[in-house]
């Protein structure tokens, strides 16, 4: 019998686990007004990638990619949204940076709310390799696929920059769970 799928706590840090209820979450975008995951009505996912902000070099190539696949995602039925906690300049500035055309870019993302989603958060430490002052404090990265029925399918937090979800593999990988309707993994939470 399985047991009741409820929020997991880790030292005061909400552990999201698939198949369940991903928390609220509402940010304005630059061009494109205000993203709410209670109101997005994808075909078959929202992908919401959360990154580290413009200081960060390697986030910048991350949502270059991101933006160039966004016409792919669309065509398998996934909108994508890329936010962060940089306020409005900052996330025009990255935006520019990366020339984007058809990524939707979120700001203002309450700490609060990143911790909500799982994401770690990091202090500064001052400038970045490209010359940009961190912010006090900052979210790192996460990527999540999340149902119409804003239910958690698929979701990967990392504590560092570095080796994120490849968003070409993860188009190849939307073929294979659109065909075979694949369902969400890792969904258990009773006892061991």
Known sequence: MQE?????????IL???P??????????TLDHGRF????????????ICFYRGLHCPICANYLKELDRLTPEFAIR???????SSDGEERARQMADKIQAKNLRVGHGLGLS????????????????SIGIEEP????EPGVFLIRPDQTVYYLSVQSMPFVRPNFAEMVQALNFVIKNDYPARGEYTGAI
């Not at 709410?36 to 992908?47: K, Q």
Request: aromatic residues 6%.
């Open 36 to 47: 709410d995951l209670a109101t997005e009505s994808p075909e078959r996912m929202a992908l």
């Open 19 to 28: 198949r369940q209820k991903a928390p609220a979450l509402v940010v304005r």
């Open 4 to 12: 009741q799928l409820l929020p997991k706590f880790v030292k005061g």
């Open 113 to 128: 709310d990143a911790r909500n989603w799982g994401l770690y958060i990091s202090t500064s430490r001052g400038r970045t």
């Open 77 to 83: 039925g996934v909108t994508t949204v890329a936010i």
């Open 15 to 17: 552990m999201l686990t």
């Open 136 to 139: 006090s404090l900052f979210s």
